[in-house]
């Protein structure tokens, strides 16, 4: 394209100088010049399509590359949510079986309240007898004699419950031959 240029300044130097020059012979040059200049052009366009299809190419990379960043992004998502979920959930189940036990507990020191309120010298008679006999009488009333703080199961249900309506820390269920025994001499 250089090479055309300079003999088309060339030729025109020579057309003001030259009164007999040809001009047909610019005219060559010209057309020379404009299918020059039109294959230079569809060179840059096709150069021109060729970027775009590579701009094109890489940009559909990067959207794939965005694609499988975004959906590995929300695999981690997913699996911190579920993870999250089960720890809440584990910390949810561990709150309500500590709260059961902070029930059974209290129903427990609710139980142990109602025995510690039965005090061993509750009277339910006037007078008190000493009965020396076997296990038709003795219904093991010695309560007393046992150190503070040990387990003694007479002061429980089922103890005591049909007559006496609680545990009495007597080893009978309701009243021993005694109890009636006392009742008619008092009277």
């Excluded at 020059?21 to 020059?36: H, K």
């Excluded at 309120?117 to 006037?126: E, L, R």
């Amino acid at each position: 394209m250089e090479a055309l240029i300079s003999q088309f300044t060339f030729l025109s130097d020579q057309a003001c100088y030259d009164k007999a020059f040809d001009p047909s012979t610019i005219e060559d040059l010209i057309n020379l010049f404009e299918v020059e200049a039109y294959k230079s052009w569809a060179a840059m366009e096709l150069e021109h399509q060729n970027e775009v299809q590579q701009a094109e190419i890489e940009m559909k990379q990067a959207e794939d590359y965005l694609d499988s960043v975004m959906e590995s992004a929300m695999d981690e998502f997913r699996q911190f949510e579920e993870e999250m979920e089960r720890t809440s959930k584990k910390e949810m189940e561990e709150l309500v079986e500590t709260a059961e036990r902070a029930r059974k507990m209290g129903k427990l020191m609710d139980k142990a309240a109602s025995v510690a309120s039965i005090s061993p010298f509750t009277c339910y008679a006037d007078y008190y007898f000493f009965i020396f006999g076997d296990s038709l009488y003795d219904v093991g009333n010695n309560q007393y004699l046992v150190e503070p703080g040990r387990y003694i199961s007479a002061y429980h249900k089922p103890y005591g419950t049909t007559f006496f309506n609680h545990a009495t820390g007597r080893f009978s269920d309701g009243r021993a031959p005694p109890d009636f025994i006392g009742k008619k001499i008092v009277v």
